[in-house]
């Protein structure tokens, strides 16, 4: 039974197998095929936190696979009405996998220590495990055949951060990251990932040009996350010149597309010339988190 709780829980052979079926799974759906690998499994979606594009794509990849899904919000009251552990070890008997938001990054290991069936983060305040599959997933597409990629990370080292660095280190992706000082990537994850990739090309500046240089993809996420709304202006300050904007892709390639997990906010971390201008893969990206994460559903279960 395996858990996905941040990336470094897959190998990278891991992480390919993932990628590898949900494509397949993919080129199969756009042709109306839609196997039911997962007849008779139930997924949780235990979601403290809203959610557009995480929640839909688990309950329609599980309902094209054959399974069944239901949500769980905040009204279940896990770690509130009860403790997470009985919470977990009750919902474990019910259903074969749970994906679970959260506001905070260590309930999801307590869930996981207690639930009895595999757990697949699906979003905390650290990492966010499965946009990153389908970011992967988007930016080869984009680029099919390339022997070498990077991706240029553009404002705040969040929890879409975190996750994109750890996977690109996996995968051999050249992984470039502009943030300012204070809205960096910690030490100890930087460690980790070396340790782990030890040939991980991973750059940390607080130059936005230096980063998208060469870079097949620029990505940006919001500056504000969900749960830090106390911070709003300060946070806005100090990320107001790390926009991606058209004078900023201009140091891009004019093959690199532009990426971001969405929801957006146009005139913040993102000019909307950029995001709805043509170098723009944000809703085939959006897309992409079904089929990757249908694939990452198959391994799973080992089907
Ligand atoms: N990108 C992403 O996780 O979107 P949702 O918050 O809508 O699930
Ligand atoms: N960093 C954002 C991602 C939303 C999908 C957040 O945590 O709110």
Partial sequence: MR????????????????LDRGVRIKADYDRGVREPLLQGRTLALLFQKPSLRTRVSFECG???????????????????RESIADFAQVLGQFVDVIACRANAHERVIELAEHA??????????????????????????????AKSLKLAYVGDANNVARS???????????????????????????????KDSPDADLQQTEDPVEAVRDAAGVYTDVWIS?????????RKQALASYQVNGELMKHAPASACF???????????????VIDGPQ?????????????????????FGV
């Avoid at 959006?286 to 391994?299: E, I, T, V, Y």
């Fill in 3 to 18: 858990n996905l709780i941040t990336l470094f829980d897959l190998t990278a052979a891991e992480i390919e197998q993932v």
């Fill in 62 to 80: 599980m309902a094209h696979m054959g399974g069944s899904s239901l949500f769980l919000g905040k009204d279940v009251g896990w770690g509130e």
């Fill in 116 to 145: 009895g069936c595999p757990v697949i983060n699906a979003l905390t305040d650290y990492s966010h495990p499965c946009q990153a599959l389908a970011d992967v997933l988007t930016l080869r597409e984009r680029h099919p055949g």
């Fill in 164 to 194: 994109l660095a750890i996977c690109c280190a996996r995968l051999g992706i050249a992984f470039s990251i502009a943030a300012p000082r204070g809205y960096q990537f910690e030490q100890e994850l930087f460690d980790r990932i070396r």
């Fill in 226 to 234: 969900m749960g830090q709304e106390a911070e709003t202006e300060k």
């Fill in 259 to 273: 990426l971001h997990c969405l929801p957006a906010h146009r005139g913040l971390e993102v000019s909307a010339d």
């Fill in 280 to 300: 723009s893969a944000v809703i085939q990206q959006a897309g992409n988190r079904m089929h990757a994460q249908k694939g990452l559903l198959a391994w799973v």
